[in-house]
């Protein structure tokens, strides 16, 4: 709290009641004094309240309920997560949520910091590649999938006709239950470097030029002051992508959605064999389209925490990294 | 001699990533102008033809493309200037004013900053439905204002960006609260009101799940769930529904362009200074 004037070092209790206090500062307003302050603030904290936090600890709340949004709700406890833990398809979506993030995490911040290091290097058309190398990321994610879907079409699709040029069968790419996260994860490494790329970039320019100067003057080499300045001095900003990677990343919902949402021969979502069926869409599938809504918010829950432990998995692991 | 290759590698390497950055606009285009039958063909046709006129009447006929594009426009424009308005107030105040509850108001924020936004996506469903939105296009606009990322970023600029002597001089010179933010704050946040403006637009023209769970009405969607319906069917007609893909992706790539400098700037900013 707001620190004591010198002359109040005597314990309030014996202070004379009305001696008016000397002091530098205005004396102390109350709370209603700020409602300007509190009225500027306030409709952000309106909607907050009405449709972030409540929405949060009522889907809480939910999964411990069975109900279908008409009928009454009725308390079930833990049953919902005992059924969860049980519940093949919620385990095959997180692992298929997990081979997405992990095929498209590694690639797109790997690459990022590789474009970002020759963007940093060159001298001319840096402000072309930044922008170049960015745009995939302002485009929405259902027309980057439809695209995704017609270039990987398994009969015509460009890439099988161009592996036919060269003797190579048609690939079926989105059927194959691995190629099938193969193609989810190459779409969102494709949205997804180049804004990785933007932030090393904004990073590394911020790395003051003196410090590799030193370096190359004591003989380092391009590639030793890469690991040896380059990327420890990168590690706040390396650990902020890991961990927007990781919270953005297991979040794949859209991309599977519009490539296998609308299977007309598939009743479940996810494409064949259900191979990209995330658990958010799994979560979509529960909640929105049988409506068992106890159910849904048990599956996003439950999807949370996974989030929480590996984000502070990773974290660890950079952490640990800096220690070395 | 080695430094100059070492620069011309960088080039090529590069200049190989801008391509497969770019490619998917430039096949769109290949795609969008051909027949089916051309592109089905083998080997395909690499090159742009003349057919988009009748592949854009397809999409026409088969979705209400301008109607979805109005909707589209109606709830980013709303939903943009609520945004940028709210959250510049609200970062106004916690950038240069001490009030009581200040950093847990803001620690609140940033906590929830991080939680995915699908764990209230159920209730927030249930609210819609409740007050009888379900359906309508009012419904696309609350949730979205909930910006926590806005007001943080805003935050960050206001600090380093608007000096606290104008304010003194303001508040000696008679200005209240909200004269300082209208008369002296807001001229100065110029650079980042348009990046936030950009910002909301993208993600609110962009946004897919919401509109897709809140949206039954068919005849009332927003352009991205008109176009997922392009992709429905096992005979797709690729050349049309890449007409569609175009037509909705142009704008966007062009606002981008037209902003690129000052939203790559401002996009950065919040990252680094976070």
Known sequence: MASVPATRSRPARFRPRRTPVPSARPPRRGVLSYWRQYLAISPFYLVFAVFSLFPVFFSLFLAFQRWDGLSDMTFVGLQQFQFLVKDPVFWQSVGNTLVIWVLSTVPTLFGALVLAALVHSVRRFKGFYRIALFVPNVTSIVAVSIFFAAVFSNNFGLVNAILGLVGIGPIAWLTNPWLIKVVIALLMTWMWTGYNMIIYLAGLQAIPPEVHEAARIDGAGPVRAFFGITLPMLRPIILFTVVISTINGLQSFSEPQVLFGTNAANASLGGPGQAGLTTLLYFYQEAFMNNDYGYGAAIVWAFFLLIIVLVVVNWRLVQRGRKE | MTRRWGGIGAHVVLVAAVLISVFPFVWTVVMATNTTTDIYHSPPKF????HLLENVGNVLADIDFFGSMLNTLIVATVTTALVVFIDSLAAFAFAKFDFPGRRVLFGLLLVFMMLPLQLGTLPQFIIMSQIGWVGTLQALVPPALANAFGIFWMRQYISGGVPDELLDAARIDGCGFFRQYWNVAVPLM???????????????WNDYIWPLIVLTDPSRLTLQVALAQLNVGHNTDY?????????????????????ARGFIAGATEGALRG
């Open chain 2, 239 to 259: 050349s049309m529904v890449m007409a569609g893909v175009l037509l909705a992706t142009v704008p966007m790539v062009a606002v981008f362009a037209l902003f």
């Open chain 2, 47 to 50: 090159t742009p033809g003349s």
């Open chain 2, 190 to 204: 110029r650079p980042a009101l348009s990046f936030l403006s950009i910002y909301a637009f993208v993600n609110s």
